[in-house]
């Protein structure tokens, strides 16, 4: 019996994932976040610190976050309360704050970085001119998570997506504001990126006395 040449086994190929964790990314908890503070301010490291903070409160997907520039986060030099920038993947806007830890990082960085308005927050090291490479980002964000003991297998750059809207689900309940934050078209969408299962919708509902 034949067998198609579209059969993996006729080339005895090793599957690209093979070994790896292709499921969805964890979130990071609240305990995580400050212990990579922790390791980042103990090691003087102001780029990954901004890096790092920027991508917990923008939510954004790696492809954008490393493509901000300075004049998206700040304006007549100072930043902004809330920033808008065009999603790469659906060309939505949307919108995201910038909180006391991240401007205080921010501000350590570009301190240091210098640059102007239309210069990338987050340059590359090969190409001054360009951006941080989203392979490099993971790169980061694998570290990140290892130097706090947390399996890298299962977190990366969506887990750093995911983090706000989660603690932000968690407290409130309110998928439909998760949704607008994560831009997301469909709440369908967002039901299934956090994950949402009987279980949440059980918890929340035993939140409520009448």
């Known amino acids: 019996m034949g067998h198609s ?10 599957p690209w994932n093979a070994g790896q964790n292709v499921g969805q990314k964890r979130p990071l908890k609240l305990r995580d976040i400050w212990a990579i503070r922790f390791y980042l301010d103990e090691h003087k490291r102001l780029r990954d610190r901004a890096l790092f903070d920027l991508g917990i409160d923008s939510k954004l997907r790696g492809c954008d976050l490393v493509k901000l520039r300075i004049g ?10 809330r920033a808008t ?3 790469k993947k659906t060309g939505r806007p949307v919108q995201f704050e910038i909180m006391a830890e991240a401007r205080n990082s921010l501000t350590a960085w570009l301190d240091r970085r210098g640059g102007t308005i239309r210069d990338f927050v987050f340059p590359s090291r090969v190409d001054y001119l360009g951006h941080l490479s989203t392979r490099q980002y993971a790169r980061l964000v694998d570290e990140w998570v290892a130097t706090v003991g947390l399996d890298k297998r299962e977190y990366g750059t969506h887990s750093m997506r995911r983090t706000k809207p989660s603690l932000i689900y968690k407290a409130t309940g309110n998928l439909r ?11 369908e969408n967002t039901v299934r990126y956090l994950g949402v299962d009987v279980e949440d919708a059980l918890t929340l509902s035993e939140r409520t006395e009448i």
């Open 85 to 87: 920038i065009i999603q």
């Open 177 to 187: 504001a998760v949704q607008i934050l994560l831009g997301h078209t469909n709440i």
């Open 72 to 81: 998206d986060l700040m304006s007549a030099g100072s930043f902004r309360d």
């Open 5 to 14: 040449d579209l059969d993996p086994a006729v080339h005895e190929r090793r």
